[in-house]
């Protein structure tokens, strides 16, 4: 037989099937579309198709087109065999002494990320969401910048930490009354502004009225200061902006949080300047983590006045919480206050975080899926085993 004949009596392999579209991650518009480029819908009623299963998704919560009452079962039947409505897998539920929620989300195969609920935030409580897979920034202090970027995660996958959190809260209808998820605050595992894109499109999906209805007053974009995205994340979202300072001078700034070797202190504070409605209603938060020793004293203090004079700010002290193999220590409680009084004075509210979740590896700076430190623990065994066995 020659070659030839080998190649076509071999089977030919099949292309991987595509998994269905998730509604969830697709803002109005792109539903509208969906629905009538997937043939579920005639185009002339894509739109107000698309008005009813938005209420039913994001105001209802249903996971299910047979829930979708108001539609006809012709429709649903066509809708439930081109796109999908599943959540995620939560791989771990962990619940603090304090009452913090921290799930372990797998959205696809190796894929994994850390979403937190903290109760008695904002209004009432706030959920700190995820924006990518890992992280490409490496901060010294940061246990999740030890996590290599495995990617950006879908507007679907953002949406869905949302709805998770809400499974688990029972804040199903979203319209509810006192209602226990009140803020949201993209400070969980990546960098938002490196994903810009879909965590815009989530923006618009949590904050819509007839739906998740979280008012973008309410929802809070961290970043370690991606500087030319910042106009765009104010035009496109309207979100309250929060950044990741910790330092006031360059030399101590491009260790902590090492993206200042591109964008300095001089070109993120004007940045922040520009910032598309920032006013007295509309105050940046900036996050400044308290390291005993390295940034906590009185003259850092004063630096860090004169470097944000002008700019309306809240400033979060944040006392550093440990994690393994951490490098530093957190400054001590008497340090901390004599540090915000000196804030106080000169005018800005300077408020303490008091540390959440930090039995669970909840509180900030400590995410990290616990699966990525299970996969290295066992590549670490297979390559032990493959060197004994070579020997």
């Keep these: 037989m020659t070659a030839l004949d080998l ?19 697709l803002t109005r518009k792109g539903l509208a579309e969906a629905l009538a480029a997937g043939g579920a819908v005639p185009a002339d009623k894509a739109k107000m198709r698309a008005s009813q299963a938005w209420r039913w998704m994001h105001q209802a919560g249903v996971t299910d087109f047979e829930q979708m009452t108001n539609i006809s079962k012709e429709t649903r039947q066509a ?16 619940v603090s002494k304090d009452g913090t929620r921290k799930w372990l ?55 869905a930490q949302v709805q998770i959190a809400k499974d688990d809260l029972e804040e199903w209808p979203s319209d509810k009354a006192d209602r226990a998820l009140s803020n949201i605050v993209f400070m969980g595992m990546g960098e938002p502004l490196y994903n810009l894109d879909a965590v815009s499109d989530a923006i618009d999906i949590i904050s819509d009225n007839e739906g998740i209805g979280i ?14 995205e910042l106009i765009p994340l104010g035009d496109k979202t309207q979100a309250m902006l929060a950044i990741s300072l910790h330092a006031t001078n360059d030399e101590l700034r491009d260790v902590l949080v090492p993206l200042n070797k591109k964008y300095p202190l001089q070109e993120l504070i004007a940045g922040i300047r520009a910032y598309p409605g920032l006013s007295n209603a509309r105050r940046v938060t900036f996050e400044y983590v308290m390291l005993k020793g390295v940034n ?70 400590q995410l990290k899926s616990e699966s990525e430190k299970v996969r290295a623990s066992v590549r670490r065994k297979l390559e032990a085993t493959a060197e004994d066995v070579g020997a």
């Design 7 to 25: 190649t076509l009596a071999m089977p030919r392999a099949r292309p991987a099937p595509t998994a269905p579209v998730n509604l969830m991650g």
């Design 79 to 94: 809708m439930a065999e081109r796109f999908s409505l599943a959540r995620p897998e939560i791989v771990e539920r962990q």
């Design 105 to 159: 989300i797998r959205t696809a195969p190796g894929i994994e990320i850390e979403t937190v609920y903290i109760p008695d935030v904002g209004r009432s409580g706030a959920l700190c969401v995820s924006s990518q897979v890992g992280c490409t920034l490496n901060c010294t202090f940061c246990h999740t910048g030890t996590q290599p970027l495995v990617r950006n995660l879908t507007a679907a996958e953002i949406v």
């Design 215 to 228: 008012s973008r007053r309410r929802i809070t974009v961290s970043t370690s200061g991606v500087v030319p």
């Design 296 to 365: 906590d004293s009185p003259a850092e203090a004063r630096a860090l006045i004169a470097l944000l004079k002008g700019i309306p700010a809240k400033i979060n002290l944040i006392p550093f919480n440990p994690w393994p193999g951490s490098p530093y220590e957190c400054s001590d409680w008497g340090t901390i206050e004599r540090f915000a009084a000196i804030i106080n004075r000169a005018g800005y509210a300077s408020p303490i975080r008091t540390p959440r979740g930090r039995d669970i590896l909840a509180a900030c700076g």
